[in-house]
């Protein structure tokens, strides 16, 4: 979690948590419950019109703050909300004093970033909430201007790159994403036979996730690495990982997204992505997000997934259930393999994946929790890839 709206929160109420994730509960390493720990821990005792207000407007952030980035339609829509808002009254409560939640969201919009040119009435009311306190630097505010030109940056590249690939018949281009318990290099090692066989057809580029795995308690994959070994997430506060857990933590997916998302700017763009297990996990997820238009993939046009399957990890599974709401499904082409003995990812769980997606095309081979090698699935490895260059 970002600490300065925690910190500021903490201020404001003076309260005596501490903000470390081994001395709180499941329940407390989450947003709201961190929220609400802090805002009855304060010294003095909440009155049930706070109490109101607080649920109010955390529930807002939960719905229409946390799953968008700061340029989507949907959060410039609640920066508007929130604007009209505070237009009318002093403070999100109405009362002349900011309260709790004024203090959690102007610290977290602040902190997100957004154009404060266009939203002044905004922008005023945030900083001046916070005077007093921590005033965070926006990660990534970006202008419109910029963002346009961003934009046009990566139209101009992924032009030059379909004119290249039509003029020479060029290879398709993969992000490969590893397991948990993993990293990119020992990834490109295990793939050495599935990169030979598809050689014709592709290069793979490889990246690591951020965060080291260091607990030795952690089971973590059958398939994992002998050096240095990393994953995505965390299910528990303790810095573990299991495929099957359901819990509130998602510890460190954030950073995960952004290092995925800044490969995809800085060495992209990229035809596809090629992911196994938490990787897979993670890389489902992605092209849910796309499809809700939270985050942009930079014109990926299909996915390999192996050994996939649905977290349950703070709001992951909820992503996929916004997109079967619309009524639609993720409408880019999947290949979807599993093993039959699995034991890590069972193929039911992979299986269960397969209702988002338009029109999945699968592969199970008898196998167990690993990238198979080609040699049984070859031929119809071959024709997915065949069919990708068609289309791209």
């Known amino acids: 979690m970002d600490l300065i709206k925690f910190q500021n929160l903490i201020k404001y109420c003076k309260s005596n948590v501490i903000l470390d994730a081994g001395k709180l509960t499941t329940l407390e390493n989450s947003v709201p419950g961190l929220i609400f720990k802090i805002f009855y821990s304060g010294q003095n005792q909440p009155k049930l019109e706070e109490e109101v207000s607080l649920l109010r407007w955390t529930n807002f952030w939960e719905s229409e703050l946390k799953h968008y980035n700061n340029q989507s339609k949907p959060y410039l829509k609640s920066l508007d909300i929130l604007e009209n808002h505070v237009k009318n009254t002093n403070n999100l409560s109405g009362n002349k004093i900011a309260q709790c939640e004024d203090i959690f969201l102007a610290s977290y919009i602040l902190e997100k970033g957004f154009n404060e040119a266009n939203y002044q009435i905004l922008s005023k009311w945030a900083r001046s909430t916070l005077q007093g306190f921590v005033l965070p630097n926006p990660k990534d505010a970006l202008l419109t201007q910029d963002n346009k030109s961003k934009k046009l940056d990566r139209k101009e590249k992924n032009e030059n790159m379909n004119e290249s690939k039509s003029g020479s018949g060029g290879k398709l281009k993969l992000l490969c994403l590893h397991g948990y318990r993993q990293s990119g290099q020992g990834f490109r090692t295990k793939t050495g036979s599935f990169r030979k066989a598809t050689t014709k057809f592709a290069d793979y580029s490889f990246v690591t996730a951020p965060h080291r795995v260091l607990n030795t308690a952690d089971g973590g994959e059958i398939e994992e690495d002998q050096g240095e070994q990393y994953g995505w997430w965390f299910s528990t506060p303790e810095k573990t990982y299991n495929a099957h857990h359901v819990s509130p933590t998602d510890c460190g997916f954030t950073e995960s997204l952004d290092v995925v998302l800044k490969t995809i700017e800085e060495?992209?763009?990229?035809?596809?992505?090629?992911?196994?297990?938490?990787?897979?996990?993670?890389?489902?997820?992605?092209l849910a997000k796309q499809e809700l238009g939270k985050v942009d993939l930079g014109g990926v046009k299909f996915c390999i997934l192996v050994s996939a399957f649905i977290s349950r990890c703070g709001d992951h599974q909820?992503?996929?259930?916004?997109?079967?709401?619309?009524?639609?499904?993720?409408?880019?082409?999947?290949?979807?393999?599993y093993g039959q003995n699995d034991k890590v990812v069972e193929?039911?769980?992979?299986?269960e994946l397969l209702q988002y997606f338009n029109n999945p095309v699968v592969i199970e081979?008898?196998?167990?929790?690993?990238?198979?090698?080609p040699g049984p699935i070859k031929q119809d490895l071959t024709k997915f890839f065949e069919d990708i260059k068609r289309l791209c």
């Open 267 to 286: 060495e992209g763009p990229f035809d596809g992505i090629l992911a196994f297990s938490q990787g897979a996990s993670l890389a489902g997820l992605l």
């Open 318 to 337: 909820e992503e996929y259930s916004r997109v079967a709401s619309t009524g639609r499904k993720i409408n880019i082409p999947t290949l979807h393999i």
């Open 365 to 373: 081979h008898d196998g167990g929790h690993f990238v198979p090698t």
């Open 347 to 351: 193929s039911e769980m992979s299986q």
